[in-house]
Protein backbone atom coordinates (compact mmCIF):
# COMPACT_ATOMS: atom_id res chain seq x y z
CA UNK A 1 0.00 0.00 0.00
CA UNK A 2 1.14 3.34 -0.95
CA UNK A 3 1.57 5.67 1.57
CA UNK A 4 -0.37 9.09 1.05
CA UNK A 5 -0.21 12.53 2.59
CA UNK A 6 -3.95 13.57 3.48
CA UNK A 7 -5.47 16.63 4.89
CA UNK A 8 -6.12 16.49 8.49
CA UNK A 9 -9.26 16.93 10.67
CA UNK A 10 -9.83 19.31 13.25
CA UNK A 11 -11.52 18.09 16.31
CA UNK A 12 -11.17 17.65 20.39
CA UNK A 13 -11.56 13.32 21.05
CA UNK A 14 -8.77 12.10 22.51
CA UNK A 15 -8.85 9.10 20.22
CA UNK A 16 -8.71 9.15 16.10
CA UNK A 17 -7.92 6.02 13.76
CA UNK A 18 -7.64 5.97 10.18
CA UNK A 19 -8.19 3.31 7.75
CA UNK A 20 -6.15 3.35 4.29
CA UNK A 21 -7.88 0.80 1.97
CA UNK A 22 -7.75 0.57 -1.97
CA UNK A 23 -10.70 -0.34 -3.92
CA UNK A 24 -10.84 -1.02 -7.55
CA UNK A 25 -14.04 -0.02 -9.34
CA UNK A 26 -15.69 0.68 -12.32
CA UNK A 27 -18.10 4.25 -12.78
CA UNK A 28 -19.29 6.70 -15.14
CA UNK A 29 -21.33 10.00 -14.58
CA UNK A 30 -24.36 10.01 -16.48
CA UNK A 31 -24.31 13.24 -17.30
CA UNK A 32 -23.46 15.35 -20.54
CA UNK A 33 -20.76 17.65 -18.89
CA UNK A 34 -18.72 14.89 -17.85
CA UNK A 35 -17.21 14.19 -21.06
CA UNK A 36 -14.99 11.02 -21.65
CA UNK A 37 -15.90 10.14 -18.07
CA UNK A 38 -19.70 9.07 -19.53
CA UNK A 39 -17.95 6.42 -20.24
CA UNK A 40 -17.75 3.00 -18.61
CA UNK A 41 -13.75 3.49 -16.99
CA UNK A 42 -12.44 2.21 -13.68
CA UNK A 43 -9.81 3.70 -10.95
CA UNK A 44 -7.90 1.88 -8.02
CA UNK A 45 -9.62 4.25 -5.38
CA UNK A 46 -7.75 5.28 -2.55
CA UNK A 47 -10.10 5.69 0.53
CA UNK A 48 -9.10 7.43 4.02
CA UNK A 49 -11.70 7.00 6.72
CA UNK A 50 -10.66 8.93 9.55
CA UNK A 51 -13.04 7.84 13.21
CA UNK A 52 -12.43 9.95 16.19
CA UNK A 53 -14.24 9.46 19.74
CA UNK A 54 -13.53 9.82 23.69
CA UNK A 55 -14.47 5.84 24.55
CA UNK A 56 -13.11 2.66 23.62
CA UNK A 57 -15.19 -0.71 23.34
CA UNK A 58 -15.06 -3.61 25.59
CA UNK A 59 -12.17 -5.05 23.07
CA UNK A 60 -9.85 -1.59 23.97
CA UNK A 61 -11.06 -0.42 20.29
CA UNK A 62 -12.46 2.94 18.87
CA UNK A 63 -13.75 0.27 16.67
CA UNK A 64 -12.56 -2.84 14.81
CA UNK A 65 -10.25 -1.96 11.81
CA UNK A 66 -10.92 -5.18 10.26
CA UNK A 67 -14.89 -4.36 10.51
CA UNK A 68 -14.28 -0.84 8.74
CA UNK A 69 -12.69 -2.73 6.03
CA UNK A 70 -14.93 -5.19 5.55
CA UNK A 71 -17.90 -2.77 5.75
CA UNK A 72 -16.36 -0.95 2.92
CA UNK A 73 -14.40 -2.64 0.87
CA UNK A 74 -16.02 -5.87 0.58
CA UNK A 75 -19.30 -4.10 -0.53
CA UNK A 76 -17.69 -2.00 -3.33
CA UNK A 77 -14.27 -3.67 -4.53
CA UNK A 78 -14.45 -5.42 -8.09
CA UNK A 79 -17.80 -3.76 -8.54
CA UNK A 80 -19.68 -0.74 -11.02
CA UNK A 81 -20.42 1.68 -8.39
CA UNK A 82 -23.58 2.32 -10.82
CA UNK A 83 -24.76 -1.00 -10.29
CA UNK A 84 -25.29 -0.25 -6.68
CA UNK A 85 -29.27 1.55 -7.24
CA UNK A 86 -29.65 1.68 -3.11
CA UNK A 87 -26.30 4.15 -3.03
CA UNK A 88 -26.16 5.51 -6.18
CA UNK A 89 -28.82 7.53 -8.40
CA UNK A 90 -28.38 7.81 -12.80
CA UNK A 91 -30.95 10.82 -12.51
CA UNK A 92 -30.18 12.73 -9.23
CA UNK A 93 -26.87 14.50 -8.99
CA UNK A 94 -26.40 14.84 -5.49
CA UNK A 95 -26.15 10.65 -5.81
CA UNK A 96 -23.78 9.92 -8.43
CA UNK A 97 -20.92 7.66 -8.30
CA UNK A 98 -18.71 10.70 -8.40
CA UNK A 99 -15.74 11.06 -6.07
CA UNK A 100 -17.68 13.50 -3.97
CA UNK A 101 -20.95 11.05 -4.02
CA UNK A 102 -18.30 8.02 -3.15
CA UNK A 103 -17.18 9.83 -0.20
CA UNK A 104 -20.59 10.91 1.16
CA UNK A 105 -21.85 7.35 0.62
CA UNK A 106 -19.06 6.10 2.45
CA UNK A 107 -19.55 8.29 4.98
CA UNK A 108 -22.82 7.34 5.08
CA UNK A 109 -22.21 3.71 5.72
CA UNK A 110 -19.65 3.88 8.17
CA UNK A 111 -21.66 6.64 10.43
CA UNK A 112 -24.79 3.96 10.32
CA UNK A 113 -22.87 1.50 11.70
CA UNK A 114 -21.04 3.52 14.01
CA UNK A 115 -24.45 4.84 15.37
CA UNK A 116 -24.94 1.41 16.66
CA UNK A 117 -21.85 0.94 19.19
CA UNK A 118 -22.10 1.32 22.62
CA UNK A 119 -18.61 4.06 23.01
CA UNK A 120 -20.25 6.42 20.17
CA UNK A 121 -17.29 6.88 17.81
CA UNK A 122 -17.90 9.18 15.07
CA UNK A 123 -16.43 9.19 11.44
CA UNK A 124 -14.61 12.91 11.36
CA UNK A 125 -13.38 12.80 7.59
CA UNK A 126 -13.50 10.59 4.68
CA UNK A 127 -10.78 11.05 1.61
CA UNK A 128 -11.47 9.63 -1.62
CA UNK A 129 -8.64 9.91 -3.96
CA UNK A 130 -10.12 8.68 -7.81
CA UNK A 131 -6.32 9.55 -9.89
CA UNK A 132 -3.31 10.39 -8.78
CA UNK A 133 -4.30 13.99 -9.75
CA UNK A 134 -7.80 13.87 -8.42
CA UNK A 135 -9.06 13.73 -4.87
CA UNK A 136 -12.01 14.80 -2.81
CA UNK A 137 -12.39 15.03 1.32
CA UNK A 138 -15.97 14.93 2.84
CA UNK A 139 -16.41 16.10 6.59
CA UNK A 140 -19.47 15.86 8.11
CA UNK A 141 -21.40 18.93 9.45
CA UNK A 142 -20.70 19.35 13.27
CA UNK A 143 -23.84 17.69 15.16
CA UNK A 144 -25.08 19.18 18.45
CA UNK A 145 -22.70 18.54 20.98
CA UNK A 146 -19.92 16.97 18.88
CA UNK A 147 -16.58 17.78 19.31
N1 LIG B 1 -15.44 17.18 -9.20
C1 LIG B 1 -15.27 16.05 -9.94
N2 LIG B 1 -14.81 16.14 -11.18
C2 LIG B 1 -14.61 15.02 -11.90
C3 LIG B 1 -14.89 13.75 -11.34
C4 LIG B 1 -15.40 13.69 -10.01
O1 LIG B 1 -15.70 12.62 -9.48
N3 LIG B 1 -15.57 14.86 -9.35
N4 LIG B 1 -14.64 12.64 -12.05
C5 LIG B 1 -14.13 12.66 -13.26
C6 LIG B 1 -13.81 11.36 -13.96
O2 LIG B 1 -14.48 10.30 -13.33
C7 LIG B 1 -12.31 10.99 -14.12
O3 LIG B 1 -12.11 9.61 -13.85
C8 LIG B 1 -11.32 11.70 -13.29
O4 LIG B 1 -11.02 12.89 -13.94
P1 LIG B 1 -9.62 13.64 -14.03
O5 LIG B 1 -9.03 13.93 -12.70
O6 LIG B 1 -9.88 14.79 -14.92
O7 LIG B 1 -8.69 12.52 -14.70
P2 LIG B 1 -7.44 12.70 -15.65
O8 LIG B 1 -6.58 11.50 -15.43
O9 LIG B 1 -7.91 12.90 -17.05
O10 LIG B 1 -6.76 14.03 -15.12
P3 LIG B 1 -5.31 14.64 -15.37
O11 LIG B 1 -5.45 16.08 -15.02
O12 LIG B 1 -4.95 14.40 -16.80
O13 LIG B 1 -4.34 13.96 -14.45
C9 LIG B 1 -13.91 13.94 -13.95
N5 LIG B 1 -14.12 15.08 -13.16
ZN1 LIG C 1 -13.72 8.21 -13.05
Redesign the pocket.
Known sequence: MIQQIYPQVQHNYVFELNKDMHIAAA?F?PHED?GK?QQV?G?TYFVNITIAGDELDESGFLVNFASIKKLIHKRFDHTLLNDHHDLFSSTDSNYFP???GVAKVIWEIVQGELDKKMNKPNCVQVFVR?????Y?VYRPKHKEGAQ
Request: hydrophobic share 20%; with cysteine; proline share 7%.
Open positions: HIACHHTSEETPTSV
